[in-house]
């Protein structure tokens, strides 16, 4: 009998593409997890399944926009994302800097608005700081999408994990949407353009 082997070239993605949030149903739709909620509208799109328990984190292989593409949320809670993100590079020896793009939640960025970047600080978000710190690199591709400032008075944990007003979910939707379509050129190679198109949208 014989067995069909896949070549490793068509099982390695050219793209990991992560976004952040919270695993369970407690957090579905809340601000911190605008980076989930892209995925989903990636998965969507394109018809990727991301289901596959792996490495800490359900994830998908697709092909967006004639790029090969793997999806990933992690499942670690959000102030350990790194370490899912960290075994997926090691694992498809992925560049960090070329290969890598992570899609999460801003609060410096009113709700709707948008920010696309090749590298940067964690600017005080933590799963931010974890991957940084697991990776050993603040170099790498990154879509930011606005919630909103923390109102005051608020804690700032309890902030992040409320959840939008409908004025505010209709923004953010609408930038959710603008920001998957800045990951689809960004795999294309065209960062570029998805940062003078997007940025401030």
Known sequence: MF???????ETTPMYLIAGL?????KYEKTRHNAGF???????????????????????????????????????TFMNLSG?????????????????????????????????VRMKGSAGGHNGIKNII????????MRIRVGIGEKPQGWDLADYVTSR????????VEEAMELAADAAA?????????????YNGK
């Open 37 to 75: 909620d892209v995925i989903d509208l990636l998965a969507e799109k394109y018809h990727i399944s991301v289901t596959e328990q792996k490495h800490k984190a359900l994830s998908g292989f697709g092909i967006i926009e004639g790029q090969r593409v793997l999806l990933v949320k992690p499942q």
């Open 164 to 171: 939008f007003s409908r004025e505010e979910r209709a923004q």
């Open 83 to 115: 370490e899912s993100i960290v075994a997926f590079l090691n694992f498809y020896k992925l560049d960090v800097t070329t290969q890598m793009i992570v899609i999460y939640d801003d609060i410096s960025l009113a709700p709707g608005k948008l920010r």
């Open 3 to 9: 067995f069909f082997r896949r070549k490793k070239e």
């Open 133 to 140: 710190a697991r990776v050993g690199s603040q170099d790498f």
């Open 21 to 25: 949030g919270n695993p369970t149903s």
């Open 185 to 197: 050129l960004m795999v294309q190679g065209k960062t570029d353009e998805a940062m003078n198109r």
